[in-house]
Every structure is written in C-alpha cells, then in structure tokens.
C-alpha cells in the first residue's frame, strides 16, 4: 500500500526498498540537507546468532495511519521540514537487506538530521510492527520489544 | 457481534488471526478469549495493548456491534 507523494510518502510494502529512490524523491530545490536512514537485516539479534532472515508482520492500515502520526509529529517539532518519505517491508526480508528507510529533507542540515532520527526511532515505539527472527530449521518473535507508544511521546 | 484482531506474536498464542465474540464490554470479550485460548495468550495479553476502533478503550467500555477489537503485542518494528 503506498499514499499519493505529496510532500509525505508512506508505504507499507511487500516489495524491495530503493534508499536511493526516497533519497532522491526528498530533494527540493530549497534544500540543501537530504538525511537518509536505512534500517538492515543483520546475522544476529540480542538473543540470537546467526539470524538469516526476518519477517515482520503488521495491519497495514494501522501501521499506515501510525507512519503518520510519526511524521506529524516530526513536522511539528521541525517546522523547516520539506519532504519526508518512510518506507517499511513486511513480508521475509533476506540478510543485509532495507527493512525500513527514512529520508527527510530540509534547507539546512540540523533540522534534517534530528527529524530523520526522530522518525525512526518514533516508527519503532509507535508503530504496530513485529519481527520474527529465522535461521536455519526455526523462528521465533523477536525478544527486542517495548509497549506500542505514541509518536508525540518520542 | 465484535470482531477481535490478533496480530503478530498474538495471532500465535491465539493459534488465529481473527475471531467473534459477544461481550457487553471489552473486559468481557477479554476475558472469554483467555479461556477460550489458554494460559499463553493470557501471559501476552497482560503485557499487551487493546484497542477498540484503532483507539486505546478502557476494559469497561460498552461494544456495539461491528467493534473491531485489537490485541497489540509489544512492538518490534525497524
């Protein structure tokens, strides 16, 4: 599921994430700070060794309405913000693959660089999302968890 | 009839992803499905949330029917 690009562009997707396509959809001509946060699949967890893969779970629309509210809330505390774009896999997602991007842009860089790690870190406390660590001959849900918040309490 | 979402580690321990219930309030719904799912879902639910319609609700909110209960799992998003 993607919304129309605006000035926002959320999507919630089966398909590979580009960090580059968001990177280069932020760009405004008044910007000169584009800040691009890709979140990876790594081979372990605080619990696991060798993960191969990981596997998020969500309802779409949820997550889609929570991705929002992150963004408000970034465009509220960085009023100089232009473009933000935040992309989530769900679905398996393979070692040293983009689970998630993050790109904002903005005319200067400080106001990029917060906004972007306000929203993912926000995404990860707001946003109705579970992972579940694969390896070879089992899964589980992942141990790294806290209680679903809110975007403004970030 | 309210309809109660399970997702993620929830839909696990529940052994499906979504169900019915009668129940004049949430409480009661809650309540049904821990015996009708067992001990594990009940150790989840204590360190889960519940919303009604996409909101925070509290255990004595009163359902009508159509309400969209979901059960919401510590996150592990990113």
Redesign the interface.
């Known amino acids: 599921m993607s919304s129309a690009p605006t000035s926002d562009w959320i999507s919630i997707t089966e398909n590979p994430l580009s960090p580059d396509e968001l990177s280069n959809w932020v760009i405004r001509p008044n910007c000169g700070a584009v800040v691009t946060f890709s979140?990876i699949v790594r081979d372990h967890s605080s619990t696991r060794e060798n993960v191969i893969a990981l596997e998020?779970?969500?309802?779409s629309e949820?997550a889609e309405?929570r991705l929002r509210d992150v963004v408000d809330e970034a465009r509220a505390r960085w009023p100089a913000l232009e473009r933000v774009a935040i992309h989530?896999r769900i679905g398996r997602v393979e070692l040293s693959v983009s689970?998630?991007v993050v790109a904002v842009s903005a005319p200067h860089r400080d106001a990029a660089f917060a906004a972007a790690q306000f929203c993912?870190d926000a995404?990860?406390?707001?946003?109705?999302?579970?992972?579940r660590e694969l390896w070879e001959g089992g899964s589980a849900?992942?141990d790294?968890?806290?209680?679903?918040g809110n975007a403004r309490d970030q | 009839m309210a309809k109660l979402i399970l997702l993620g580690p929830a839909h696990d321990a529940a052994g499906r992803r979504e169900d019915h219930f009668d129940g004049v309030t949430l409480d009661d719904v809650l309540k049904e499905a821990v015996i009708r799912y067992g001990a594990d879902f009940g150790t989840l639910l204590e360190v889960s949330q519940v919303w009604l319609n996409g909101e925070p609700a509290a255990p004595a909110t009163r359902l009508e029917s159509h309400d969209e209960i979901m059960v919401l799992p510590p996150v592990s998003g990113g």
């Not at chain 1, 995404?123 to 992972?131: E, I, N, R, T």
């Not at chain 1, 790294?144 to 679903?148: A, V």
């Open positions: 979140g998020y779970e969500t309802n949820l309405q989530h689970t998630v993912i995404l990860k406390a707001s946003v109705p999302m579970w992972k849900w992942s790294e968890t806290s209680p679903i």
